[in-house]
T-cell receptor
Framework: DAKTTQPNSMESNEEEPVHLPCNHSTISGTDYIHWYRQLPSQGPEYVIHGLTSNVNNRMASLAIAEDRKSSTLILHRATLRDAAVYYCILRDSQNTGNQFYFGTGTSLTVIP | DTAVSQTPKYLVTQMGNDKSIKCEQNLGHDTMYWYKQDSKKFLKIMFSYNNKELIINETVPNRFSPKSPDKAHLNLHINSLELGDSAVYFC?????????????FGDGTRLSIL
């Protein structure tokens, strides 16, 4: 799977929007962009995924650059429960091995 | 209601013992997985079952044996535990077997071998 680069940490005030960036300059045409998040001592939690078009769901929005070399996870109103490590992952449509490389992720702190 | 539940959460045992980890999902999914997470945050697939049928069996020592009594359960039995088996093991499920399906994870089982 292609590598991703994310900032190590970010902070946000509660109830404000948060934009979490991810660079994936070596993304291939068959790679989907997935976002998961994880709290300490818990399993990863699926957030959102997309290929080319921007995506919205009840948890977040995913904005994908036109050249697909970067993407941004948008939490519209951060809550204290959103404090977690967020992982941007590329998953290859050709990869039947279902590997997940979580990397270091972005640790999001939400300030009350 | 917990969607994917694993037991036990912590497992400390001695080298050479045999142990099992259980996983159950109440999401109605037809595909379940076992992953091993090493210290570098890499989740490596071990096994996957779709409707009780083994569909992924990565290069894993045959001391590890999965068992799926029904599509809501996928257990992992490990024989003759070794020091290198210490890790966090995650169970997950998805609707459909495609690599691209969102996966729902349990909270992990932290296995420590003494």
């Amino acid at each position: 799977d292609a590598k991703t680069t994310q900032p190590n940490s970010m902070e946000s005030n509660e109830e404000e929007p948060v934009h979490l960036p991810c660079n994936h300059s070596t993304i291939s045409g068959t790679d989907y962009i997935h976002w998961y998040r994880q709290l300490p001592s818990q399993g990863p939690e699926y957030v959102i995924h997309g290929l080319t078009s921007n995506v919205n769901n009840r948890m977040a929005s995913l904005a994908i650059a036109e050249d697909r070399k970067s993407s941004t996870l948008i939490l519209h109103r951060a809550t204290l429960r959103d404090a977690a490590v967020y992982y941007c992952i590329l998953r290859d449509s050709q990869n039947t091995g279902n590997q997940f490389y979580f990397g270091t992720g972005t640790s999001l702190t939400v300030i009350p | 209601d917990t969607a994917v539940s694993q037991t036990p959460k912590y497992l400390v045992t001695q080298m050479g013992n045999d142990k099992s980890i259980k996983c159950e999902q109440n999401l109605g999914h037809d595909t379940m997985y076992w992953y091993k997470q090493d210290s570098k945050k890499f989740l490596k697939i071990m096994f996957s079952y779709n409707n009780k049928e083994l569909i992924i069996n990565e290069t894993v020592p045959n001391r590890f044996s999965p068992k799926s009594p029904d599509k809501a359960h996928l257990n992992l039995h490990i024989n003759s535990l070794e020091l290198g088996d210490s890790a966090v093991y995650f169970c997950a499920s998805s609707q459909g077997r495609g690599w691209n399906q969102p996966q729902h994870f349990g909270d992990g089982t932290r296995l420590s071998i003494l």
